[in-house]
């Protein structure tokens, strides 16, 4: 049973490898990609929008299957608002080592 729930987590995970916001993540993970970070979460809102708009057609008595729009919708928002901030953590850390680089490579 176990072997059998770690070969499926396995598969999802190279299937939602290819996702677009995971994609749009791992492009603002690399160095040249951390200065769009806090520019990508404004791609939060359209997927908050689009959850608001499915919670608002729910409870006026559309279909329930949108109910697994609103979960998509809301973790890719909760993805995209999270990363901002990380992009900034690791943006001031590399401009750290950079820095630190450039200063012992004058002193030698």
Do not use: D
Not at 18 to 23: D, F, K, Q, R, V
Not at 31 to 56: E, N, Q, S
């Amino acid at each position: 049973m176990f072997r059998l729930i770690w070969a499926a987590s396995v598969r999802t995970h190279s299937i939602l490898n290819y996702a677009p916001t995971n994609l749009l993540i791992a492009a603002t993970r690399t160095r040249r990609g951390l200065r769009w970070g806090i520019p990508a979460m404004l791609l939060a809102i359209p997927y908050f929008l689009a959850a608001y708009w499915c919670v608002t057609t729910i409870e006026a008595g559309g279909p329930g299957w949108l109910n697994l729009l609103v979960l998509l919708c809301a973790w890719n928002t909760t993805k995209l608002t999270l990363n901002g901030p990380i992009t900034l953590v690791l943006l001031c850390g590399a401009l750290i080592r950079e820095s630190k680089a450039r200063r012992q490579a004058i002193s030698v």
